[in-house]
């Protein structure tokens, strides 16, 4: 967090406080900066977006950035770190680029506790995509989530849970297929086993079809990369209310986040129009709330909440039109 | 595990590379709730909305300034705290710095925790701060630090740490003097099923949709910290938050009382 003056600070509780609420860029109270959204942004990840929240303009710089990838690996269950039916791990890194004003130990702290908090939601059992298990008892995907915040410009927790919740979306898991080995039940003579030629004649021992004592798995070669995350709907987001007594506001500025104690982080997600979860929820900084504060602040994020799950939804089933369907025919076209 | 090597320290005595719990019987005490408990059966031993019963002991580390020993059955923390005095950083502080750190004893856990800082301590740290940050009045307190150790003994879940480091450090805090505005007390819930079951353990957390930690001054009436984590409604939530702080004002009680106690036995 960086710091500001004393009357730095004032002037920006006063114009928040004040009748007419006024922010130095002219929002309102509830309105968010514009958000840009790609997918598939790196080639080698099974799935990536990057979010920038504040861009002046296509072409202009400014913002805050974050880019998030996922990428599968195999486990082994017996023998290695690997969890049936697979295991969720999400990291989050900041660039020192972004943070020149602290230290570098203060850094490692900041990422560690960005780090906790999207691993301790994301890898909730209530949220595990039921498609990471490969072979029972045997191999798991292990999935790995990183988020590298390029750039603070305020606001960094709705971004990561933005850009968190799009590469998850966009992640599609490699098919795979059981395979057995199977020796051969008949007793060999001598003269057979001698007989080698004889042996490459008859049926494979290979079994491909799906077994449930199978030992290993081969990836299945499919036009696409895969099927989707199991369950990629449920991804939470995060919505960060500053909270200045008696008012609340979004999309807080670096300046504004230093001029405000308390941040309320809410989590939610939404599975139809009209029943809502709240995924996690987190009070940060020194100040209170009231019982009956919190119900209120509950309710309005889950408003603002519903509208930004909304709109990144419907720009996430535009990125997949995009990248299959379009993509598609452009190839076509051709 | 390959960074223990890089935590590697000559001067302990270093065990094995790698090793592992014991094996018990299924008899054991750590596989009954697994074995007895089903899906959708009421909780085991207790009610739903009952805590653990609590110990509590202040000032028993006399080379602190002051300190707290919480103990809810599996769930064993004691806590010390030094200052307020001055702070070893060299840049101008307007306010107090308020420095928590958590520690797990090696033998605190099912299995071995090596004695270095690893991952799990300072999610806990930082829990304990927020719940205690805004009672402490730190603006007396220019220039200073004040150092709170919390050190679990024996660990009984996550959210039961949390919630118990919170009321040994607040109580800590009194017993050293520091002026605060209201003594602190935490209260944790898991949802189980549909039932919100207090004062979770463990395994209970274990099987439960989601867990509930919250912070506050009973005396005040105010949160300082909230943290949910798991598949809850709105509503579920807000019935949550609403038990802890009703189940507050007794672990209060229980806290203020053991202060008093303590007070009156040192004057005496």
């Known amino acids: 967090m960086i710091s500001i003056s004393k009357s730095e600070k004032s002037y920006i509780q006063e114009s928040l406080r004040s009748t007419l609420a006024f922010r130095e860029d002219g929002r309102g109270l509830s309105d968010f900066r514009s958000v840009f959204l790609e997918t598939g942004i790196a080639p080698l990840a099974n799935g990536s977006a990057r979010v920038n929240l504040g861009k002046a303009g296509q072409e202009g710089g400014g913002g805050t950035e974050a880019i998030a990838a996922v990428k599968l690996e195999v486990e082994d269950v017996q023998s290695g770190d690997g969890v049936d039916g697979g295991r969720v791990a999400c990291n989050v890194s900041c660039s020192p680029a972004a943070y020149s004003h602290i230290s570098s130990n203060a850094l490692d702290n900041l990422q560690h506790d960005y780090t906790t908090l999207l691993h301790q939601v994301l890898s909730h059992p209530t949220l595990h995509p039921k498609n990471l298990g490969i072979l029972p008892h045997k191999k798991a995907w292990l999935l790995s989530l990183d988020v590298t915040i390029l750039s603070d410009a305020g ?9 968190a919740r799009a590469a998850l979306w966009d992640t599609k898991v490699p098919r795979t297929r059981s395979i057995q080995y199977a020796g051969r039940k008949s007793v060999q003579t001598p003269e057979e086993a001698m007989d080698v ?14 077994l449930p004592t199978a030992t290993d798995f081969e990836l299945a070669d499919t036009w696409d990369e895969g099927e989707p995350l199991e369950g990629r709907e449920r991804w939470p987001v995060c919505i960060t209310l500053n909270i200045d007594s008696p008012v609340h506001y979004l999309d807080a500025t670096l300046l504004e986040e230093a001029a405000t104690p308390l941040r309320l982080l809410l989590l939610f997600s939404f599975p139809s129009s009209s029943s809502s979860i709240l995924q996690s929820m987190k009070l940060l900084g020194p100040g209170e709330l009231k019982l009956s504060e919190v119900t209120g602040h509950i309710t309005d994020g889950e408003k603002y909440a519903r509208t930004l799950f909304n709109a990144l939804e419907s720009k996430l089933r535009d990125e997949d039109l995009r990248r299959n369907q379009k993509a598609r025919t452009k190839f076509a076209g051709r | 595990m390959s960074h223990w090597q890089t935590n590697f320290d000559r001067r302990r005595i270093n065990g094995p590379e790698e090793s592992f719990p014991p094996v018990y019987d299924e008899e054991e005490d750590q596989d009954v709730f697994e074995q007895q408990w089903k899906e959708g059966q009421p909780r085991l031993g207790r009610g739903p909305r009952e805590i653990r019963p609590i110990y509590f002991r202040p000032g028993f580390i006399s080379q602190a300034n002051g300190s707290a020993y919480i103990e809810t059955e599996k769930t064993k923390i004691a806590c010390a705290v030094y200052g307020p005095r001055q702070s070893k950083s060299t840049t101008y502080n307007e306010k107090g710095k308020l420095n928590v750190e958590v520690k797990f004893t090696p033998f605190s856990c099912k299995r071995r925790r090596a004695p270095m800082r690893d991952a799990e301590d300072r999610p806990i740290a930082t ?3 927020q719940a205690l940050l805004s009672s402490v009045r730190l603006e007396l307190l220019p220039k200073s ?11 009984d879940g996550i959210e039961g740490c949390i919630a118990a480091g919170s009321i040994a450090a607040s109580a800590a805090l009194a017993d050293a003097g520091i002026e605060m505005f209201g003594l602190v007390v935490s209260c944790s819930a898991a949802m189980v099923g549909k039932e919100i079951w207090l004062d979770p353990t463990e395994d ?12 506050g001054m009973p005396a005040l009436g105010t949160i300082t910290s909230l943290w949910q984590n798991g598949r809850l409604t709105p509503q579920e939530s807000v019935q949550c938050l609403e038990a802890c702080q009703e189940r507050s004002t007794d672990i209060h009680l229980v806290v203020a009382h053991g202060l008093l106690e303590s007070v009156d036995s040192s004057d005496g």
């Open chain 1, 197 to 210: 030629d004889g042996n490459s004649a008859g049926p494979s021992n290979f079994n491909t079809r799906d």
């Open chain 2, 204 to 215: 209970e957390a274990k099987a439960a949709t989601a867990t509930f930690v919250c912070a």
């Open chain 1, 155 to 163: 606001n960094a927790f709705d971004v990561i849970f933005m850009a």
């Open chain 2, 145 to 155: 630090s004040i150092d709170i150790f919390v050190t679990i003994i024996e660990n």
């Open chain 2, 127 to 129: 829990q304990i701060h």
